[in-house]
């Protein structure tokens, strides 16, 4: 079992910064692939970002690539999603997920999800 806790989220005015953090308590966090998603109201949940367990490979959706950057320090068992230029499009509500398989963008690899933080994004 994999434990994640989101933190981080608010409300930025548009062109603003958020940098979001996931702590990760249970199993050995460096096992795991690391996604995060978000779901905008009235909308499915979709991808945003996705890295691999010690770092080497990302992913991003294109509507956030040259924006945001995921990140990982696998010694504070914990993973970030540092969010520039921000838009009001961005705001929903930021899950992270915890994935043994590897990384995808797929929301259905994922086993452990934390329970969200809303970002809102003013115009």
């Known amino acids: 079992q994999v434990e994640l806790v989101e933190s981080g989220g608010g409300l930025v005015q548009a062109g603003g910064s958020l940098r979001l953090s996931c702590a990760a308590s249970g199993r050995t966090f460096s096992n795991y692939a690391m996604g995060w998603f978000r779901r905008a109201p009235g909308k499915e949940r979709e991808f945003v970002a996705g890295i691999s367990w010690r770092g080497t490979n990302k992913y991003y959706a294109d509507s956030v690539k040259g924006r945001f950057t995921i990140s990982r320090d696998n010694a504070k068992n914990t993973v970030y999603l540092w969010m520039n230029s921000l838009k009001p499009e961005d705001t929903a509500v930021y899950y992270c997920?915890?994935?043994?398989?590897?990384?995808?963008?797929?929301?259905?690899?994922?086993?452990?999800w934390g329970q969200g933080t809303q970002v809102t994004v003013s115009s």
């Open positions: 997920a915890a994935d043994q398989g590897g990384l995808g963008s797929a929301e259905g690899v994922y086993e452990y």
